[in-house]
């Protein structure tokens, strides 16, 4: 079963990991390479142990800690083409680099990992789906419009991680940024608005949708409640009312969740477990992975790094 867990997901950085077993992959690696280490051993997962690194595409928040990252450990690095010859230009680590094509799938142990073309302002953006034989993950961010392929790629996955960057009214009424980085943001080479993304969920929504980790939100232009409400709305208006919807913020990890399939049929229970008083469990707890319990912000300080924009 696959899991996912979000490092960090803004403007300042972006960085989550998806196991499975002993495979871990790191996707995108947009914090600062002392971060990464913090939020991965804070998760129960040694820094030493990643399996790779995936890059959805080159853009600083999503690869700048690659290069100090990489220097203690070799770690491969899978990306397309175009996106590592970018990214190698400021990287002074020896790195195993695997290269693919946008559109290829390959294998990283027993992940499946399928790999599609988005539309943003970067040389060969791509987004994946991770599958294991029970269970799938759709991971895009930095997406300017949903596209036919996204749709299609992303239909029926039972786990979505996906930007909501920005509320269309709070950008509009943003005093902060000039007009043309408001354009930038929204044109169809820029980031999901919350009902963009809406829209996509509505149209990826199957019967196996247990779980949505909204990413990328813009930290003046957008609220995690709003962007949580204006999604579930949507999945409400469709009949579909049992999908868990959280939002992955830059300051607070997501612990390690196992994908909600199994959630959805769990073991059986013998009598004499129903008499023991235990707790109940909220099914919107997510099960860690058994390794040391993770403790999100404990010891997690704020980056400081200047936003380009969002
Ligand atoms: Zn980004
Ligand atoms: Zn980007």
């Given at each position: 079963m696959l899991e996912l867990a979000v490092l960090g997901s803004g403007s300042s950085g972006n960085s989550a990991l998806v196991c499975l077993g002993e495979t871990r992959i790191l996707?995108?690696?947009?914090?600062s390479a002392r971060q990464l280490c913090l939020r991965l051993e804070n998760l129960g997962?040694?820094?030493?142990?990643?399996?790779a690194i995936v890059l959805t595409h080159e853009h600083g928040d999503h690869t700048r800690g690659i290069d100090v990252f990489c220097r203690k450990r070799s770690v491969p690095i899978y990306g397309t083409t175009h996106t590592c010859a970018i990214v190698r230009e400021n990287v002074k680590s020896e790195i195993p680099w695997h290269h693919f094509e946008a559109g290829n799938d390959f294998m990283i142990d027993d992940i499946k990992v399928e790999s599609f073309s988005v539309p943003h302002d970067a040389v060969d953006p791509v987004g994946f789906v991770f599958r294991c034989n029970r269970s799938s993950l759709g991971v895009v961010s930095d997406v300017g419009h949903v596209t036919r392929m996204i749709i299609e790629r992303l239909k029926?996955?039972?786990t979505l991680f996906v930007e909501a960057n920005y509320d269309e009214v709070m950008l509009q009424n943003d005093?902060?940024?000039?007009w043309s980085t408001k354009q930038r943001i929204s044109n169809r080479h820029g980031h999901l608005s919350n009902d963009q993304t809406a829209e996509l969920v509505r149209q990826i929504a199957?019967?196996?949708?247990?779980r949505v980790v909204l990413g990328?939100?813009?930290?003046?232009?957008?609220a995690p409640d709003l962007a949580r409400q204006v999604i579930i709305k949507k999945l409400e208006a469709e009949g579909l009312n049992g999908v868990l919807v959280e939002c992955a913020m830059r300051k607070d990890p997501l612990p390690l969740c196992k994908t909600a399939s199994e959630e959805a049929a769990p073991p059986e229970i013998s009598p004499e477990e129903i008499d023991e008083e235990k707790p109940a469990k909220s099914a919107r707890v997510c099960e860690s992975?058994?390794?040391?319990?993770?403790?999100?912000?404990?010891s997690v300080e704020e980056w400081s790094q200047t936003e380009w924009a969002f």
């Open positions: 996707i995108d690696a947009g914090l997962v040694d820094p030493d142990s990643l399996s029926g996955v039972d005093t902060h940024r000039p199957s019967e196996n949708l247990r990328h939100l813009s930290s003046d232009c957008n992975t058994g390794a040391s319990a993770p403790t999100p912000s404990a």
